[in-house]
């Protein structure tokens, strides 16, 4: 019983995130500011594609979530059951649980580096990046 509560703890965590990171996105499509570059061109640069590939991967993590919890069949606290929506493809469920978990710890490492990074420039550089990630 406890790990059905984990694991329907997890998947009420992902369907939350997903619509944060659906808002986000469409935020940030219409309204989103733009901020004065953080350094020379190739800083911009790897900066705009580390953002691009944030947002990828947490999109690519949520969808492959989706797609887990569909081909596994599974239930959310004994309430309501998720239809299996594969049976007939019994080597689909671990293929998709396993490059969910790839990507996520993926996602978990480049979210660490992109925090290191923030540090690095704010104790090193002493400019004002991570400031301006922190907002007002």
């Known amino acids: 019983m406890p790990r059905l509560g984990v694991r329907s703890t997890q998947i009420i965590l992902g369907v ?3 619509v944060v990171v659906t808002r986000r996105i469409w935020w940030r499509a219409l309204h989103g500011r733009r901020l004065a570059r953080p350094g020379p061109g190739w ?3 790897a900066a705009r594609a580390t953002h691009g590939l944030l947002y990828v991967g947490l999109v690519l993590v949520l969808l492959l979530g989706i797609a887990n ?3 596994r069949g ?3 606290f004994g309430l309501v059951v998720i239809p299996k929506l594969s049976p007939g493809h019994a080597q689909l469920r671990p293929a998709i649980e396993s490059l ?3 990507l996520a710890n993926g996602l ?3 979210a660490g580096l992109h925090a290191l990074v923030a540090l690095l420039h704010h104790f090193w550089f002493k400019d004002d990046v991570l400031r301006r990630m922190l907002g007002r």
């Open 100 to 102: 969910h978990k790839l």
């Open 43 to 45: 800083v911009a640069a």
């Open 69 to 71: 919890a569909w081909t």
């Open 16 to 18: 939350k995130l997903a």
């Open 74 to 76: 599974d239930n959310l």
């Open 108 to 110: 978990v490492i480049a």
